[in-house]
């Protein structure tokens, strides 16, 4: 199979104003740029976000169910495995998790697909 990449074009003087403006590598300016993240606001919220800025996790379909599986879990002092993959957000999530699960006594295992 064949697979051709595209590239968008870059607004480099945005790039340049961003990282000027906001004292930023212009690696840093390009990425915002290229995500739309381009308004005061949001950037400083992108660089410096406070946890007043985070998502409620509980709109994710089904965290209500897991969480409350997870306070059984930890309740009933049961066996957990965790089950990721094995890419870099799969393995920071599934080091994260373990080490909360642990944190609050649960004997914890974990099991990496590729």
């Given at each position: 199979?064949?697979?051709?990449?595209?590239?968008?074009?870059?607004?480099?003087?945005k790039v340049q104003e961003i990282?000027?403006?906001?004292?930023?590598?212009?690696?840093?300016?390009?990425?915002?740029?290229?995500?739309?993240?381009?308004?005061?606001?949001?950037?400083?919220?992108?660089?410096?976000?406070?946890?007043?800025?985070?998502?409620?996790?509980?709109?994710?379909?089904?965290?209500?169910?897991?969480?409350?599986?997870?306070?059984?879990?930890?309740?009933?002092?049961?066996?957990?495995?965790?089950?990721?993959?094995?890419?870099?957000?799969?393995i920071t999530s599934i080091t994260?998790?373990?080490?909360?699960?642990?944190?609050?006594?649960?004997?914890?295992?974990?099991?990496?697909?590729?």
């Amino acid at each position: 199979m064949y697979k051709k990449w595209e590239y968008s074009k870059t607004d480099e003087a945005k790039v340049q104003e961003i990282a000027k403006e906001h004292n930023i590598s212009e690696t840093l300016a390009t990425i915002l740029v290229n995500r739309k993240i381009e308004n005061k606001k949001d950037i400083e919220i992108f660089l410096n976000p406070t946890r007043k800025d985070f998502h409620d996790p509980y709109k994710i379909t089904d965290m209500k169910i897991a969480v409350d599986r997870i306070l059984k879990a930890i309740e009933n002092n049961e066996k957990t495995l965790i089950y990721g993959d094995y890419d870099v957000d799969g393995i920071t999530s599934i080091t994260v998790l373990k080490k909360f699960l642990k944190e609050r006594g649960l004997d914890c295992r974990i099991l990496y697909t590729k």
